[in-house]
């Protein structure tokens, strides 16, 4: 992880009470708040039983968040999500009774368990943060985030995301095992009573709503835009790429960037943060080819290349 500056103070102290509960994975909690500063969602596709529900429960208790967890499941509808309109006889009326969409951190577990119909009720939900349930339209509260969790798709059950679908995650992670030392903390931490029990909030709501607004007036200079541009470029002319990153991939990076210098206790961003942030951001949105899947060519290694490629915006000095 790139340690170009200090951790915002606020951030350090969230980036702490995480650490009660996960240990040695602080680069996967500080770009979960990358994600959550941006106004982004996460992806995390990774085996069963390495800490991703958990991470989200520390990260909700930790801002004081509302918390709602959907199991996806085989038979699961997209209303069991969004909610649904129920007769209420003694009015005579329909009440609408809200899905657990409607909550300030969701956890959607599981859910390429789901099938592509009930995955796609999170659409409307993650891009436009509003639902529309029987032709009526309800906003969602901010803040609002949603943290899917995903086994890879090699494993029996599991039904790939649609590209849509991908696309509306703002960065895709994955968690990975433990050290054999980080592992033995673990064992150490929960022996008696689980540390997720005994954590408390260090930020509340309105707290994040406005670092919020100040992720996104964290200056970006025009030559660091245009870095990003020549970026997501190259990924739609690229040989191995059938299909490159669309616009809200370059507006995904810009967001991701500024999030990422805000936490590190900056105003401005680096084409550093970018270049890190690339393979996160950039990865889950990019079709290879055929000929890039069959040489066993993954996207990181592609987005290496592009980054290897494009030359990085250096502003000279300005003498009088």
Do not use: W
Not at 227 to 251: K, M
Not at 286 to 309: D, P
């Amino acid at each position: 992880m790139s340690k170009l500056s200090n951790y915002h103070p606020t951030i350090e102290t969230v980036l702490n009470n995480i650490k009660r509960v996960i240990i040695g994975k602080e680069e996967v909690s500080v770009l979960s708040l990358v994600a959550l500063l941006s106004e982004g969602h996460v992806l995390l596709e990774d085996v069963p039983g390495v800490g991703k529900t958990m991470l989200v429960r520390a990260l909700s208790k930790s801002l004081d968040c509302d918390f709602n967890r959907i199991q996806f499941t085989p038979d699961l509808l997209p209303s069991d999500v969004t909610g649904v309109s129920i007769y209420n006889p003694k009015e005579m009326n329909f009440e609408f009774r809200n899905g657990p969409i409607m909550g300030d951190i969701i956890l959607a577990d599981e859910i390429n368990r789901t099938s592509p119909k009930t995955q796609s009720a999170l659409l409307e939900a993650m891009e436009e943060g509003n639902v529309t349930v029987d032709g009526q339209t309800i906003d969602l509260k901010k803040p609002f985030f949603v943290m899917a969790t995903q086994n890879p798709i090699e494993y029996e059950g599991t039904y790939p995301l649609p590209e849509a679908q991908l696309d509306r995650f703002l960065l895709k992670l994955n968690m990975g095992y433990p050290t054999e030392e980080e592992e033995l903390q673990m064992l150490q931490s929960v022996s008696q009573k689980h540390p997720i029990e005994t954590i408390e909030a260090v930020m509340d709501k309105k707290e994040l709503l406005s670092l919020q607004i100040e992720v996104s007036d964290v200056f970006i200079d025009e030559m660091v835009q245009k870095y990003i541009i020549n970026l997501i470029t190259a990924t739609r002319s690229h040989p191995l790429i059938d299909l490159g990153v669309s616009p809200r991939g370059s507006i995904a990076l810009m967001k991701a960037a500024k999030a990422y210098a805000f936490i590190h206790n900056r105003d401005y961003v680096l084409p550093d943060d970018v270049k890190y942030l690339a393979s996160y951001v950039l990865g889950h949105r990019m079709l290879l080819s055929q000929g890039a899947k069959f040489e066993g060519v993954g996207s990181n290694r592609v987005i290496q290349e592009i980054l290897e490629q494009v030359d990085v915006p250096i502003r000279k000095a300005q003498y009088q």
